[in-house]
C-alpha cells in the first residue's frame, strides 16, 4: 500500500535531555494515559470518550465536509503528543489541505507535536484477483510501521474500509479481532473512518434512517470495536447517531445527536439541544451563506449584496449549484412558457442537493396561479415569493430561509406533480353527471399536491327559473364547472382557496350573488365528496333536467377565450338566447297560420261571415337603446 507522509516534527535534533524526559514520561504513564475525545464540540462525555489502547468505528461518507471537520478536530484535541493521521487522498491533496490549515513546513501551533499525515492514494481498479484475508490489514499497518508505534499514540484512518475483507463475514470478523487486540497490545487508540460498505448509503429525500437494519459484514467488525457511530443525513440534517459506545464501565446505545457547523467548521452538537438558545454561528451545512441568484430576478436593481452569486440564467443556476448542501438559490418565474422548465429545475436541485438546500421562486412576470404556487412548494421549493414584494423584502425573506429544512414528501417524478396541478378543458355548463365526473377527477388528481377546491351549493328560490339562473353564471377560467338539479345550482371552483371563494362567486355571476340564492353553502375536502354522492343517488333516482344545449360552451369558443381573452360563457350565452327566441317565434307563425286556413275553410263561400277578432301575429317590440 503507497503512503506517503507529513509532518509537524521541527528540524530542530532532540538533545538527549529531551529524549530522556520523553522516555520517563512514556514509562510513568503507560497504560494509565488520560482518555481522549473525538472531534465533535458538546458532545456528552459518555459518547465521545476515547480510551487508550481502543478500537473505533465511524461511519462517515470520505472526503466530505463532515469527514474533513472530524478528522483534524479530533488530531488537534487528542490528548497525546503522536497523532497520525491518513487521508484517502492524493498526496498532492493532502498537502494542499495542510497548507490550508496553516502547515508551512514548520511545526504549527494548536496541533500535536508529533503529527504525522499520511496519504493513501486509490489502489489499482486494474487488478483482478483479490487479495487474501488479512492481506489489506497486514499491508495497511506494514505501511504505518515505517513510521513508528507508540504507546498512547492516536491513529486516525480515513477510507478504512479498503484494510477489509467485506464479502466475507467470518475474514472480516478475524480481521477486527486482530485489529483489536493488536491496538489493545501497543496501548494505541484507533478511529476507523469507514465509508459505505454495505450498500446501504442514505439517501436523505427517498430513504429516511433505519436503526434496526445493520448489514451482517459490517456488524461482525462492529462487534470488535469499543464504540461504533455514524454521520448520517436525515431530511438534510446532519446527525451523530450512536450504535453503542463504551466509556469505562458503562453502554451507551442508540443515541442521536444533531450536528451544525460552526464558523471555523467543526462539528458541534446542535445548540438548542444544549442550551435552548440558537448560535448565530451554527450552520446546517458550510455553504449554508452561499446565496446563488438568476439574473432575471435581480433584474435593474441598482444595489445589490456582495456575497450573492448572481448568474445569467437557470441552466448556470444549476450547473453552480452541483455540490450544494445548505446554500439558498433563487429562480425566477416569468410566464406560463416557461413553467414546466421551472419545475424541472426545482425538482433538480432538490434531489440532488439534498434537504438542507434553500430554493426560492420569484414572480417576476405573470403571477402564479394557486395551483402553481402549491406545485412549486410539492417540487422542493421552501418558499415562492409575490411580484410586488420590493427587492429589500426579498433578502429578509431569504434570510428568513437560515436553518430550515424541506421535510415535505417529495414526488419521485415532477410531470406527475405538474399534470395534476393542470385543469381540463372544461368549461361552464355541465348536466349532473358530467359534473360529478369532471369533479371527481379533478379532485383525485389534486390529491398528490393537497390542492384546494371549492363546491359551491346555491338555493334557488321558487320564483326564479332555472334557464334564468343558469343563464347568470360565467365562468371565465378553464376547470370550473357548474350544473343544477331541482332546487339547487352547484358550482365548482377548481384549484380554489375557501378564503377566496366569495371574491370568485362574484366575478363569476353577472349579477350579485344575493339576488340568484339566499341560501349559499361551500364545501371543500371530504363535504365535496360527500355532497357529490349525495347528489348522484338523487339523480338516479329523478333524473335532473339537461341544458346542455342552452348553455354548453363549444370547443371554439374555448380556444377564443384563450386567444382572445373574449369571455366564452357572454359570447355563448348571447347567441344561443338570439338562436331560441327566433325559432320560438317562427313555430308560432307557422301554428297561428296553419289555424286561419282551417277557420276560413269550415265557413264557405256562400255563409255570411260572422263579425269576430281576427287572429293576428303581435309584432315585437323594438329593442330600446
Known amino acids: 500500500m503507497a503512503v506517503s507522509k507529513e509532518s509537524n516534527r521541527s528540524n530542530d535534533a532532540p538533545g538527549l535531555v529531551a529524549a530522556l524526559a520523553r522516555f520517563v514520561r512514556a514509562r510513568v504513564a503507560g497504560r494509565d494515559a488520560a482518555p481522549g475525545r473525538i472531534g465533535v464540540d458538546a458532545l456528552p462525555d459518555d459518547l465521545a470518550v476515547l480510551a487508550p489502547g481502543a478500537l473505533y468505528a465511524v461511519h462517515v461518507a470520505p472526503r466530505s465536509p463532515e469527514c474533513d471537520a472530524l478528522i483534524w478536530a479530533s488530531a488537534r484535541a487528542a490528548n497525546t503528543r503522536h497523532v497520525s493521521v491518513v487521508l484517502a487522498r492524493e498526496r498532492a491533496q493532502a498537502a494542499a489541505r495542510l497548507r490550508e490549515l496553516g502547515f508551512s513546513g514548520t511545526a504549527a501551533q494548536g496541533w500535536p507535536r508529533r503529527l504525522n499525515v499520511l496519504a493513501m492514494p486509490e489502489e489499482d481498479a486494474s487488478a483482478d484477483t483479490e487479495p487474501l484475508a488479512l492481506a489489506r490489514l497486514f499491508g495497511g499497518l506494514r505501511a504505518l510501521k515505517r513510521f513508528g508505534f507508540r504507546a498512547n499514540a492516536l491513529y486516525i484512518v480515513e477510507g478504512a474500509e479498503r484494510w477489509f475483507t467485506w464479502s466475507d463475514p467470518a475474514a472480516l470478523a478475524r480481521e477486527g479481532r486482530l485489529l483489536s ?211 429589500s423584502r426579498l433578502e429578509s425573506l431569504l434570510q428568513s430561509l437560515q436553518g430550515q429544512l424541506y421535510t415535505r414528501p417529495l414526488m419521485s417524478d415532477y410531470r406527475t406533480a405538474l399534470a395534476a396541478s393542470l385543469a381540463d378543458a372544461a368549461l361552464g355548463y355541465q348536466n349532473v353527471p358530467a359534473f360529478c365526473a369532471h369533479t371527481q377527477g379533478a379532485l383525485a388528481r389534486g390529491a398528490v399536491l393537497r390542492l384546494p377546491h371549492v363546491l359551491v351549493k346555491l338555493r334557488l328560490p321558487p320564483t326564479l327559473a332555472h334557464v334564468d339562473a343558469l343563464a347568470q353564471c360565467r365562468p371565465r377560467r378553464a ?119 282551417k277557420s276560413a275553410a269550415d265557413e264557405g263561400p256562400s255563409r255570411p261571415r260572422a263579425r269576430r277578432a281576427a287572429r293576428a301575429r303581435m309584432p315585437l317590440a323594438e329593442p330600446r337603446n
Open 479 to 597: 376547470g370550473d364547472v357548474f350544473t343544477a338539479d331541482a332546487s339547487h345550482l352547484y358550482v365548482f371552483l377548481f384549484g380554489c382557496r375557501l378564503a377566496d371563494a366569495d371574491a370568485a362567486l362574484a366575478r363569476i355571476f353577472t349579477v350579485p350573488v344575493e339576488r340568484i340564492a339566499k341560501d349559499v353553502t361551500y364545501l371543500s375536502d371530504d363535504g365535496i365528496a360527500a355532497q357529490l354522492q349525495a347528489l348522484e343517488t338523487a339523480n338516479r333516482r329523478a333524473p335532473a333536467a339537461d341544458y346542455s344545449d342552452l348553455f354548453a360552451v363549444p370547443a371554439s369558443v374555448i380556444a377564443m377565450e384563450n386567444a382572445a381573452g373574449i369571455p366564452a360563457a357572454d359570447a355563448h350565452a348571447d347567441s344561443e338566447s338570439v338562436r331560441r327566441s327566433r325559432a320560438e317565434l317562427d313555430a308560432l307563425d307557422v301554428v297561428l297560420n296553419e289555424e286561419a286556413r
Open 181 to 391: 487486540s493488536w491496538c489493545e497490545s501497543r496501548g494505541i487508540t484507533m478511529i476507523l473512518l469507514l465509508g459505505d460498505t454495505a450498500g446501504d448509503n442514505d439517501d436523505d429525500i427517498d430513504i429516511d434512517i433505519d436503526e434496526t437494519q445493520t448489514s451482517a459484514s459490517r456488524g461482525e467488525l462492529n462487534g470488535a470495536c469499543a464504540g461504533v457511530a455514524r454521520v448520517r443525513r436525515s431530511h438534510g440534517e446532519l446527525l451523530w447517531q450512536v450504535d453503542f459506545w463504551r466509556a469505562g464501565r458503562a453502554l451507551a446505545t442508540g443515541d442521536v445527536h444533531a450536528l451544525r457547523f460552526t464558523d471555523d467548521g467543526r462539528l458541534s452538537v446542535a445548540a438548542l439541544e444544549r442550551t435552548g438558545e440558537a448560535r448565530r454561528d451554527a450552520r446546517l451545512a458550510q455553504d449554508e451563506a452561499r446565496v446563488v441568484v438568476c439574473r432575471a430576478v435581480v433584474g435593474d436593481e441598482p444595489w445589490v449584496p456582495r456575497d450573492w452569486d448572481v448568474l445569467a440564467d437557470r441552466d448556470a443556476v444549476l450547473a453552480a449549484c452541483e455540490g450544494a448542501r445548505g446554500a439558498t438559490v433563487v429562480l425566477a418565474h416569468r410566464n406560463g412558457a416557461q413553467l414546466e422548465a421551472l419545475c424541472a429545475a426545482v425538482h433538480t436541485l432538490r434531489r440532488r442537493c439534498g434537504r438542507a438546500l434553500k430554493i426560492a421562486v420569484v414572480e417576476r412576470g405573470e403571477v402564479l396561479r394557486h395551483q402553481y404556487e402549491l406545485l412549486m412548494l410539492s417540487l422542493g421549493a421552501n418558499l415562492v415569493v409575490g411580484r410586488d414584494v420590493p427587492f
